[in-house]
């Protein structure tokens, strides 16, 4: 087995985040890796603003763009803290684009050993076992991943 250096933690704000931020940190804890924490900005929210934007004076997209990494920025640093993983080695990696493909080439760039993402993510479509990013990551990641299941999924296994 190849040592585990660097951790992506794949977080895109859902229910899911604390999860999968609290365990890719307690596994980078123990194993003594670099954390890294990836948030994608959906390329298809940027194309909407882009095509509203042609309509009216009342936004900049370039600007929204902006707000949404200072605003995401803020939540991921509360969360960092929240999940005791700030005195860990970590950086925070905003990304815009489609989400599997921007944390793919995170992987890549930042030499991850092992990705960490929820199972299901921001549109939690019942009944789908698995969410569409998270298979397209399984189908191609070069690195080993570490799926999470739905939120709460502790309290659920202790309860039978």
């Excluded at 190849?2 to 704000?13: G, T, W």
């Excluded at 899911?16 to 924490?37: F, H, M, P, Q, T």
Aim: hydrophobic share 40%; net charge neutral; proline share 4%.
């Amino acid at each position: 087995m190849e040592a585990i250096n660097k951790i992506i933690a794949a977080i895109d704000l859902s229910e899911y985040s604390r999860d999968v931020l609290e365990y890719a940190g307690n596994l980078a804890k123990c194993i003594k890796s670099e954390l890294i924490v990836v948030n994608v900005i959906n390329n298809r929210d940027i194309d909407a603003l882009q095509r509203a934007a042609m309509e009216t004076d009342a936004f900049s997209v370039k600007e929204w763009l902006s707000r949404q990494k200072e605003e995401r920025q803020a939540l991921i640093e509360k969360l960092i803290e929240e999940t005791g993983c700030s005195h860990l080695p970590n950086k925070i990696v905003f990304r815009e684009g489609v989400p599997f493909r921007e944390l793919l080439k995170a992987v890549d760039e930042e030499g991850a050993d092992l990705l960490a993402l929820g199972a299901k993510g921001r549109s939690n479509v019942p009944g789908e076992l698995v969410g569409s990013t998270a298979e397209k990551i399984c189908r191609r990641c070069p690195v080993p991943i570490l799926s999470l299941r739905s939120p709460g999924h502790k309290k659920i296994l202790a309860d039978r």
